[in-house]
């Protein structure tokens, strides 16, 4: 049943390709390596308020250009995950801003509709390298948090990541109530 109400909302789904270069972990954590395709993006940046806040503004805007506000008026279906960029400050907390990342569909990488909502942007990113941590529930700022310190605990020694940034994701519909996949992708310096 959850499947038609996803599909009937968001049309075709498809996964943001990627490759698994290394499997590791330490402990209770066990993390990928993997390398992910660049693109074009739909991007939605907020400052200024808390990264939860921040979520509830961006996210409709992204699903509202995905959906047909477009120049185009079409609907591209989903690619998954949704992933935000988070911008840690010294002592592991949040700062007040973020950046939705949407990888624009496969069939309409080479020629994206336009926003019709100024704030969302379509930008190109390279390929990026991340180490992956996948955890369940209903994900929050916490949560991403305390899930990057572990990750970057388990990292320690073995590999070098980047302090300034690091991407929260996720998979599933909101109206999806359980065996939901988010994961923290912290990127290899």
């Not at 250009?65 to 935000?84: A, C, E, L, R, W």
């Not at 624009?104 to 379509?122: L, R």
């Not at 180490?131 to 994900?139: C, D, E, H, K």
């Not at 994701?169 to 994961?183: A, V």
Request: aromatic letters at 10%; proline letters at 6%.
């Amino acid at each position: 049943m959850l499947g038609v109400i996803k599909n009937s909302l968001f049309g075709s789904v498809e996964t943001w390709p990627w490759q698994v270069l290394s499997k590791g972990g330490k402990e209770d954590v066990s993390y990928e390596e993997r390398t992910c395709e660049g693109g074009r993006f739909a991007t939605v940046e907020v400052t200024d308020k808390p990264v939860d806040e921040g979520l509830r503004e961006a996210m409709p805007k992204v699903m509202k250009y995905v959906g047909g506000t477009n120049d185009k008026g079409i609907g591209m279906g989903m690619t998954v995950p949704i992933s935000f960029a988070v911008f840690p400050s010294d002592d592991g907390s949040l700062q007040k801003k973020l950046k939705v990342w949407f990888r624009i569909p496969n069939q309409f990488q080479s020629n994206p509709p336009v926003p019709t909502d100024d704030s969302v942007k379509i930008e190109e990113r390279e390929s990026i390298t991340v180490y992956s941590l996948q955890f369940g529930g209903y994900a929050k700022e916490a949560d991403y948090v305390v899930h990057a310190t572990q990750l970057r605990t388990a990292l320690e020694g073995t590999a070098t990541c980047r302090s300034d940034v690091y991407f929260c994701t996720g998979y599933d519909p909101p109206m999806k109530p359980y065996g939901r996949r988010n994961e923290v992708w912290l990127v290899k310096a």
